[in-house]
């Protein structure tokens, strides 16, 4: 075992987007020794993404406040947010706006100098009232400027950073312990043990699950595969978010901001169809209800085009000084992918996955929990989640737009506050039994041509990019924005399969340098976990929540199915409650969700 | 190029164009699937100089908001846009 590299530090954050990058520098600010793995290079993370902008109730345009956007955020997660972890966000809010502009964050401007904010769906002024801004960005490109900021100041505060190094999984003792993670080095696949006292996972969403997606090819939902093998079970992973405008067979996003700026949709008939799904809020209205609106009217035949098969959004009336000056980037899209200008002709689109609501279940602190005989919510000592691979719960059945980088931000500082007085209290680095070290080498050659068959996998070979092209089919055939039993049951049947089949998956590159293909076997089998836990809990919940849309129970049903879902291999499903108290101030109960 | 070397430079591309947003992923790695081993020691040179670029402004160019000063990237991105999309 000597061969093997051993570094130590204080934290271990794995993934480099806009949570982790926010938790290293606030660790590595309080003189901690922080160490990053990322796999691709920390700026390219999805984080850069991030067209939108971020909620904060600023009101520099409208009347706002927190607890208006609290409201706005319990009410577009259909009840299933932690009302807890909601009202703590929503109150942060501006202070995490004010440190971004102080990290050096462009936010546009309005003419006295205050920050630009913009209108995005979901939000109200006074609990449901008119339409808010609520909304900071810089201009287009708010993750982009967010995610740069944050890697100058961690280069300034001197974080260590594993530029293209792939986390394979945790390190566990016996005791439940979490003490580091095994790494590679993606160039040349030299092992490292990284060895944390506390250890934070920050890798983002599974939108690679599905074949139609917004999200990148890096989000493969590795921090939620490796818990999943760590025994955690994953929370409301039936839970995906499908954003009402892609670009129709391609995938690409198109901002809501569009909508914001006063772009909207018409069916095939050239009616602006959101009137009917939404007389208020119309083309505001929250994600979930502008996809599944899209989906029936190309269902019951009103969708555009030769094959009926989208709906189109339209910009051409704003005028092409608006589309140039606050949507430039879409503009661009459209040419490159379209060959249209929207300035010109309606973009056709369709929903497409975008957003993994559920994930690694924490607290308002970032801790990972898990049920422990009669507690539902047991710390797992050492490790720590935010962002899109978290569930903290405070996007529940449904997130609203704006508020993911806002999410990532204040639970990525929230976990790295926690962490710091962890470390005042656990200051030594436990032992790391040899016997730990050698089983996760010996795991991590599991797709290595000489490595034995797994138990239960036969001795056909199989091929990563055929079972991934399948996973994703699959996925989107079964799991999607409409879901029933039988479709759902065929679902289960057919990843389950895919689960065994990946168990033959065996690697033919066997070099060190730039083995990608190992990469993606490992990538694969991440999905995997993730597809297993999304398509078991679609499943068991027989109602209709957010984004999770069953035909055959339309529905919301508060009585029983107003908790969270748990799924993990060794123990399938568990349900724990919803945290409907918040910090300070009264319930928002249950009630229905007009927009 | 000998064709380990072809195999290695496309594999290290391709992680190279792993990049953080869908639209990236989609050009670049089209573009090395069809084009890469057709490029001179220039262009490659130009391509890794591309690569290198961060995510947005390489979205700007590859989607033709901004125009590169170097004439050399910019017949570059030209190939990159004008390699027709599977």
Known sequence: ?595 | MNSKSIIETKTNYRWQCRRGMLELDLLLNNFVDKKVDSLDEKQIQSFDMLLSYPDQALLDLLLGNSVSSDSEISKLVSQIRSTPLS
């Open chain 1, 1 to 595: 075992m000597s061969s093997i590299e051993r570094r130590q530090f204080d934290t271990l954050i794995i993934g480099a987007g806009g949570g982790g990058l926010r938790a290293s520098l606030q660790l590595a600010e309080a003189d901690l020794s922080v160490a990053v793995v990322s796999k691709v290079f920390p700026t390219r993370s999805h984080t850069v993404a991030a067209q939108g902008g971020m909620n904060a109730a600023l009101a520099n345009v409208l009347p706002d406040n927190w607890h208006w956007h609290m409201f706005d955020t319990v009410k577009g997660s259909d009840y299933l947010g932690d009302q807890d972890a909601i009202e703590y966000m929503c109150r942060a809010a501006p202070k995490a706006v004010y440190e971004l502009e102080h990290f050096g964050v462009p936010f546009s401007r309005l003419d006295n100098g205050k920050i630009y904010q913009r209108a995005f769906g979901g939000q109200s002024q006074n609990f449901g009232g008119d339409q808010a801004a609520r909304t900071c960005a810089a201009a287009d490109r708010t993750g982009h400027a967010i995610l740069h900021s944050l890697y100058q100041q961690n280069i300034r505060a001197k974080t260590h950073f594993f530029d293209e190094y792939f986390a394979v999984d945790l390190l566990k003792d016996g005791e439940g312990r979490v003490l580091g993670a095994l790494v590679f080095n993606i160039h040349d696949g030299q092992i490292v043990i990284i060895e944390a006292k506390t250890t934070l996972i920050a890798t983002g969403g599974a939108g690679q699950l599905f074949k139609t997606t917004t999200n990148a090819l890096i989000n493969t939902g590795d921090g939620l595969g490796m818990a999943m093998r760590a025994g955690i079970p994953l929370q409301d992973m039936e839970f995906f978010q499908f954003h009402p405008t892609g670009i129709a067979g391609r995938g690409m996003l198109i901002t809501e901001g569009a909508r914001g700026e006063g772009g909207y949709l018409v069916n095939g008939d050239g009616e602006r169809l959101m009137e009917r799904y939404a007389p208020k809020a119309k083309d505001l209205a929250s994600r979930d209800v502008v996809s599944r609106a899209i989906s029936i009217e190309i269902k019951e035949g009103r969708g555009c085009g030769p094959k009926k098969d989208h709906v189109l959004l339209k910009l051409d009336h704003l005028g092409e000084d608006v589309i140039q000056k606050r949507l430039p980037g879409i503009r661009q899209t459209c040419i490159t992918f379209l060959g249209l200008d929207p300035a010109e002709s309606p973009i056709p689109v369709f929903p497409t996955a975008h957003y993994t609501m559920g994930g690694i279940p924490t607290n308002r602190y970032g801790q990972v929990v898990v049920p422990v005989k009669d507690t539902p919510e047991e710390p797992v000592a050492g490790l720590y989640a935010a962002g899109e691979c978290a569930c903290v719960s405070v996007h529940g059945g449904n997130r609203l737009g704006g508020n993911s980088l806002l999410d990532i931000l204040v639970f990525g500082r929230a976990a790295a506050n926690h962490i710091i007085e962890y470390l005042k209290e656990n200051k030594y680095h436990k032992v790391i039994d040899e016997d730990i070290v050698s089983n996760a080498v010996q795991r991590a050659k599991r797709f290595d041509l000489n490595s034995e068959p797994s138990p239960g996998g036969d001795e056909v070979k199989e091929t990563v990019a055929v079972l991934r092209k399948e996973l994703k089919q699959v996925m989107e055939d079964h799991c999607s924005v409409f879901r029933d039993k039988q479709f759902l049951i065929e679902g289960v049947d057919k990843v389950e399969q895919l689960c065994d089949r990946m168990k033959n998956v065996k690697i033919d590159d066997q070099s060190y340098t730039f083995n990608t293909a190992k990469v993606e076997a490992f990538e694969l089998e991440n999905l995997m976990a993730c597809a297993l836990a999304t398509i078991h809990s679609a499943l068991a919940r027989e109602e209709s929540r957010g984004a999770h849309s069953r035909i055959d129970f339309p529905d919301r049903d508060d009585k029983s199915w107003m908790r969270h879902s748990l799924y993990s291999f060794e123990n399938g499903l568990d349900y724990k409650p919803v945290r409907t108290k918040p910090l300070s101030v009264e319930s928002f109960p249950p009630k229905p969700r007009v927009y």
